[in-house]
């Protein structure tokens, strides 16, 4: 056994809070989507044809699901860097999914970055997955 794992007893997941968890399994998921999104589509504007799985894609959701990607990775560094990030990301993605559900409902001319129901319900998740990163307690040890 190393000195670093034997140190902690557990190694490197005894060293990840569950902020920290969470907002890495976020990060990977927007960056699949938005690096997919620009290895297959580009393009703005209503394309029903333009979706990577159920999400629809053009080239500004795919630098928005890239950037909330990278930012995510960075903030798992720290457990308050994710917590950050969960209250950043409740706020900016409550305006996404406000955002989302209007441009669904509406006609085409409403939708200007070809959003589809499935985003919607993503970045309502995404933003509840914020809050609760913002709000949840981590336990620390004290000496």
Sequence with gaps: MSTASSATGRGLVARLSWPQVVVGVVALWYLVVGITGFALHDGMGPES???VWVFGVSTLLNIMHTAVGVLALIATR???TARLFGWASFFAFAG???YSILATVLDEWGDLVNVKAANAWLYGATC???LVLALGG???RRP
């Design 49 to 51: 044809s333009r979706t």
């Design 138 to 140: 981590v336990r620390t």
């Design 128 to 130: 509840l997955i914020g």
């Design 96 to 98: 996404l999914t406000a």
């Design 78 to 80: 720290k457990a308050v």
